[in-house]
């Protein structure tokens, strides 16, 4: 593999744009490319936004970053498309939705016409008490253009889905940062990767919550530096 030929493919959590990762920089000699899969992947199951991300790519290696909901599908893609993805940054995710906060309620109030007070209160637990008003707005104007179908789909299918049933990737690199903060998912979850993927190290940083690439898009920058690191020395 040469310095110029790995794509970034930046997978999003649910009701949250690609460009939440506007601010991450990409290793030198790679690029970059977000996946708007609420949008495209129909219907929204895990592996349908799988094959839309990874299709990004254009047929060329990728590594995916993937943020919450993103890492299941990011995790997915690895084992669908072996060949392909090349490498993992899983943040703020888990393999299994069992220590997931409130998921079931999060079903039923997602259920269009979804209200913007519901909107808000979720966009409102990804990111810290003192975040940027922005952050919260952006959340929500993409969560009410997307409509509710889409996050009751996927999230129905990640909530049945175990990755530990799909077997192991035993050599392939994977970073994982997870937030300290981070109210819905716990540093648990983080290490449960490495029932999947052995090869797997994981950074819990104590500073940030449950969306780095908005709370610290260096640290975030700096997992997938590390990753593309590790790629490239095995290929």
């Given at each position: ?12 959590g ?17 690029s970059g ?49 072996p ?10 995710s888990?393999?299994d939705?069992?220590?997931?906060a409130?998921?079931?309620?999060m ?9 913007d ?34 996050a ?27 937030g ?11 290490a ?23 709370e ?20």
């Amino acid at each position: 593999m040469t310095a110029g030929d790995l794509t970034t493919v930046f997978i999003p959590g649910t009701h949250v744009s690609p460009d939440v990762f506007a601010d991450v920089p990409v290793p030198l000699g790679s690029s970059g490319v977000g996946a708007a899969w609420m949008e495209n992947a129909q219907p929204c199951t895990l592996l349908n936004a799988a094959a839309h991300a990874v299709g990004l790519a254009g047929g060329a290696p990728c590594v995916l970053v993937g943020h919450s909901t993103g890492g299941a599908i990011a995790a997915i893609a690895a084992f669908a498309f072996p060949d392909q993805v090349r490498g993992l940054v899983l943040i703020d995710s888990g393999p299994d939705m069992r220590g997931h906060a409130t998921v079931a309620g999060m079903l039923d109030e997602l259920a269009d016409p979804v209200s913007d007070e519901v909107l808000i209160r979720h966009a409102r637990r990804n990111v810290p008490e003192d975040s940027p008003e922005e952050w919260i707005e952006a959340m929500v104007a993409y969560a009410r253009r997307v409509g509710g179908a889409p996050a009751v789909e996927v999230l129905a299918d990640q909530a049945a889905t175990d990755l530990r049933t799909r077997g192991t990737r035993p050599r392939l690199p994977v970073e994982v940062l997870h937030g300290g903060l981070d109210p819905k998912r716990s540093p648990d979850d983080a290490a449960a990767w490495r029932d999947v993927f052995p090869a797997a190290r994981v950074v819990v940083d104590q500073s940030v919550g449950h969306t780095p690439p908005l709370e610290d898009p260096v640290s975030v920058g700096a997992a997938l530096e590390r990753l593309v690191e590790r790629v490239r020395s095995a290929a």
